[in-house]
């Protein structure tokens, strides 16, 4: 079992609608939980980040936190085309080193006007 | 967040050559990774940049094939050694910066390199 896993997509949803990212782990020590926007040929950029079970909102950005599934979810509300990128989902084990985050593959989210 | 900066952005290099890669930050941070993007595959980490001492490096990563320097708090290099096709790839600086809840993980524009 791959220790982030993420359906690679793509992802397709018109502009206005809500997409829906989806992240599993494995390490159900994990602490910290992170979503990043790739854009193509670009690095990645920290979107939000989250820790405790429920929701947290950021603007469009929800994300969404279940330990007991080791399930963590990023909602964009209001799609726009410029939101169309490759979202990878990360996560920080309990106990590893600060900077040893593990990455999903990430998956594509395209938005069509 | 931090401003971070790399050179080259890219380079295409010979196989058998060596590119060292600069990670400069604009404030003092603890912590350094660099991390390696191959076409196609998500982030994997390299090895954490220690100032003032050898770098920590992951499984599968070893100080000949990467050296790693960390001489201060702002800049590190990571050196790919004797270089093959393999080795093209995407290498990511990345800094560990103190948040409220959790510590914040930012990225380098990275460098793009191609070994032919």
């Known amino acids: 079992q791959k220790e982030v896993e993420q359906n690679s997509g793509p992802l397709s949803v018109p502009e206005g609608a809500i997409a829906s990212l989806n992240c599993t782990y494995s390490d159900r020590g994990s602490q910290s939980f992170f979503w990043y926007r790739q854009y193509s040929g670009k690095s990645p950029e920290l979107i939000m980040f989250i820790y405790s079970n429920g929701d947290k909102e950021d603007g469009r950005f929800t994300a969404q936190l279940n330990k007991a599934s080791q399930y963590v979810s990023l909602l964009i509300r209001d799609s726009q085309p410029s939101d169309s990128a490759t979202y990878l989902c990360a996560v920080r084990r309990y106990g590893g080193s600060q900077g040893n985050l593990i990455f999903g593959k990430g998956t594509k989210l395209s938005v069509k006007p | 967040s931090a401003v971070i900066s790399q050179k080259p952005s890219r380079d295409i290099c010979q196989r058998g050559t060596s590119l060292t890669i600069q990670c400069q930050v604009d404030?003092?941070?603890?912590?350094m990774f660099w991390y390696r993007q191959q076409p196609g595959q998500s982030l994997t980490l390299i090895a954490t940049a220690n100032q003032g001492s050898e770098a920590t490096y992951e499984s599968g990563f070893v100080i000949d094939k990467f050296p790693i320097s960390r001489p201060n708090l702002t800049f590190s290099t990571l050196t790919v050694s004797n270089m093959s096709p393999e080795d093209s790839s995407i290498y990511l600086c990345s800094v560990l910066l103190p948040g409220l809840a959790v510590h914040e993980q930012y990225f380098g524009p990275g460098t793009r390199l191609t070994v032919t």
């Open positions: 404030s003092q941070v603890t912590m």
